[in-house]
Each structure stands twice: as structure tokens, then as C-alpha cells.
């Protein structure tokens, strides 16, 4: 295969995704996606998300305003798609950002959580709730996702390949194990945020549960308690 023909190729893949997932937005987004993101480009997390009604039983479901509101927190869409989603001069779509990608996404065309990792499509996921992936056997604590991978897997994700082209065999073993850290430590944080805000008597907001996302990953990797369980 010649450099030109491998060039093709990548466009080819970048443009599939762009139709098949950029256009509609990404699915399967884990808070540690939207933690990296964030402190990256130094935006807080609810300028580039949106929250969407949440099915009762799913368990990224995170509970607002006195348990009233029951969301997903999700990245943007914006006309043209994901609020990330370029449309180059040519008309084509590319993602804006490389390796900062959700993992979800830089697996594409493969679906995390599936053992099909070759053909499934994004297209297979339509009715797929956020979550329904969880692995049996429940939501196991996970203290520190980034050091399960080992040395030399950076948590921006550079260490899956390059971002502009699949992932291989290897990559993509290493973005299945990292995302599935990452939905576990989700599920829990999100699990210790709503058990928090069904007890407050206070009308917390989607940009709260965002700070609590932020400081609970700060935690995490300094080893230190449960925001909430921090006594001033
Ligand atoms: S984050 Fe990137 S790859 Fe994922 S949907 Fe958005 S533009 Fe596409």
C-alpha cells in the first residue's frame, strides 16, 4: 500500500465516520471523556455538552433539580452535529479533536462494549440507551482507570494510535479496556452524585453535577476521599 493510497484510505474512514456518527453526535460518551476534553481545552464541561431525558433504569441517568429531572449529560450538538464536527471547505466532515476524541468515537467504526468489534456499525446502535453496555456483575469501584492500562497509555489517548485513521487490533484492545474502566468509574460517580441529590434539599443543576464530575476525577487520581465525603 503506498503512502498516497493510505492517505485515501484515512479520508475514506473520516468521512464514514463523519456521516455514520459526526453528523447525528457521538453516543457512548464517558464522564472521563468529557473530563479530558474540558481540562485539554480549558472549557468548562456545560459549554460544550447538552442534557437529554435519561430512561428510569439507565444508569448514567443523572438526578436534578429535587429528583424532578432524571438526564444524560452528553456532548453538544450543534446544525451540522457534534459541536466538535468540522465540515472542511471541501464538504467533508473531520473531527476537531484528534486524539481528545471520546474513546467511543476513536473506535468507530467498532461499538464499545461489543464483542463484534470488526462490523458493527454506528448505525447498529440506533435505540441503544447510554449504559446498556454495563458489563454483569454491577458497578465495581475503579480508583484510578488511566494506571489499568499500564505504562505508556497516556490518558489523552494518544497511546491508541493516530487519531486520523482506525485504530488497530492493538489500539483498539487497549480503547476497549480504558472505556470500560472509564463506564465503570462513570456509572459510579453518577450513582454517588444522585444518591447525594435525592438527599439535598437544594435544586441542583446539570452544571452542578459538571463540578462534582470534575472534582470527583481530581480525587480519584490524588487518591483522596468522595468530594462529598471531604469534611471542611
Ligand atoms: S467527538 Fe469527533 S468523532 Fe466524535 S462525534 Fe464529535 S466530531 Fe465526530
Wanted: charged share 25%; hydrophobic share 35%; proline share 6%.
Amino acid at each position: 500500500m503506498t503512502a498516497d493510497s493510505t492517505r485515501s484510505a484515512d479520508g475514506e474512514w473520516q468521512s464514514t465516520r463523519a456521516k455514520n456518527l459526526c453528523y447525528r453526535g457521538p453516543r457512548l460518551v464517558t464522564g472521563a471523556d468529557i473530563v479530558r476534553i474540558s481540562r485539554t481545552l480549558a472549557l468548562e464541561p456545560w459549554h460544550f455538552t447538552q442534557a437529554a431525558p435519561a430512561a428510569a433504569n439507565d444508569p448514567t441517568g443523572v438526578v436534578l433539580d429535587n429528583a424532578r429531572r432524571r438526564v444524560n449529560v452528553r456532548l453538544a450538538n450543534a446544525a451540522h452535529g457534534c459541536v466538535f464536527h468540522v465540515v472542511t471547505l471541501e464538504g467533508t466532515g473531520r473531527c476537531g479533536l484528534g486524539e481528545l476524541a471520546p474513546l467511543s468515537c476513536r473506535m468507530f467504526p467498532a461499538v464499545p462494549g461489543r464483542a463484534d468489534r470488526d462490523g458493527t456499525t454506528e448505525a447498529d446502535r440506533d435505540g441503544v440507551p447510554e449504559g446498556e453496555e454495563k458489563a454483569a456483575g454491577g458497578t465495581n469501584a475503579v480508583q484510578d482507570p488511566v494506571g489499568d492500562e499500564g505504562e505508556g497509555e497516556g490518558g489523552d489517548g494518544s497511546a491508541l494510535g493516530p487519531p486520523g485513521r482506525p485504530l488497530d487490533a492493538e489500539g483498539l484492545a487497549r480503547a476497549e479496556r480504558r472505556w470500560a474502566a472509564d463506564r465503570d468509574q462513570w456509572f459510579e460517580i453518577v450513582a454517588h452524585w444522585n444518591a447525594l441529590a435525592e438527599k439535598t434539599d437544594d435544586p441542583l443543576g446539570v452544571e452542578d453535577f459538571q463540578r462534582y464530575l470534575l472534582e470527583a476525577h481530581a480525587a480519584c487520581e490524588a487518591g483522596a476521599p468522595w468530594p462529598e465525603e471531604v469534611v471542611a
